[in-house]
T-cell receptor
Framework: DQQVKQNSPSLSVQEGRISILNCDYT??????FLWYKKYPAEGPTFLIS?????DKNEDGRFTVFLNKSAKHLSLHIVPSQPGDSAVYFC?????????????FGKGTHLIIQP | DAGITQSPRYKITETGRQVTLMCHQT?????MFWYRQDLGHGLRLIYY???????DKGEVPDGYVVSRSKTENFPLTLESATRSQTSVYFC????????????FGSGTRLTVV
């Protein structure tokens, strides 16, 4: 059973608009969440993270929101740029900050339209 | 060069053959991981290691063997390759200093025929 779910395989957004990528989780033990970005033929790169003691973390154009009661997190990208076109993976850790592995979702392919 | 490197980038092997995928990092990160990426499954953890000579199974360890005799190297061996092991394999490393944000290698695309 998938513990981290990204229900949208793809998302198309116009350049300059806001991109919102969603992620749901089922494991109540998850306490640390991360987003990774992946271009074709490259490894995923770390984008932003959030601890369960927070409900928001911001880094430039990227903001992650965490709703623990709903077991839901989202990544907002404002404004969206062509270079943001990539696959985005949501990941979670149950204690230890990922030292014993992260659980990843299946990914959402974000396409930024000019 | 500093970073995390995987070799080879591409590999074709026959069913039943043993194949080893290499992973080398230059940061002296304590933690290292092997993931496989398959369509419809995202990234799944195969094995991980907290330090030299300490390894643990992840979500999908069957058919794989790892070793970590040195901090910087974490090879993954498919003892007898099967077609179901056709995948893209990613190695990653992390440390407390990076707040456990993983750094991934560029991946090895393995095809078992």
């Amino acid at each position: 059973d998938q513990q981290v779910k990204q229900n949208s395989p793809s998302l198309s957004v116009q350049e300059g608009r806001i991109s919102i990528l969603n992620c749901d989780y089922t494991n109540s033990m998850f306490d640390y969440f991360l987003w990774y970005k992946k271009y074709p033929a490259e490894g995923p790169t770390f984008l932003i993270s959030i601890s369960s003691i927070k409900d928001k973390n911001e880094d430039g154009r990227f903001t992650v929101f965490l709703n623990k009661s709903a077991k839901h997190l989202s990544l907002h990208i404002v404004p969206s740029q062509p270079g943001d076109s990539a696959v985005y993976f949501c990941a979670a850790s149950a204690g230890g900050g990922g030292a014993d592995g992260l659980t990843f979702g299946k990914g959402t392919h974000l396409i930024i339209q000019p | 060069d500093a970073g995390i490197t995987q070799s080879p980038r591409y590999k074709i092997t026959e069913t039943g053959r043993q194949v080893t995928l290499m992973c080398h990092q230059t940061w002296s990160h304590s933690y290292m991981f092997w993931y496989r990426q398959d369509l419809g499954h995202g990234l799944r953890l195969i094995y991980y290691s907290a330090a030299a000579d300490i390894t643990d199974k992840g979500e999908v360890p069957d058919g794989y063997v790892v070793s970590r005799s040195k901090t910087e190297n974490f090879p993954l061996t498919l003892e007898s390759a099967t077609r179901s092991q056709t995948s893209v394999y990613f190695c990653a490393s992390s440390s407390v200093r990076t707040n456990y944000g993983y750094t991934f290698g560029s991946g090895t695309r393995l095809t078992v025929v």
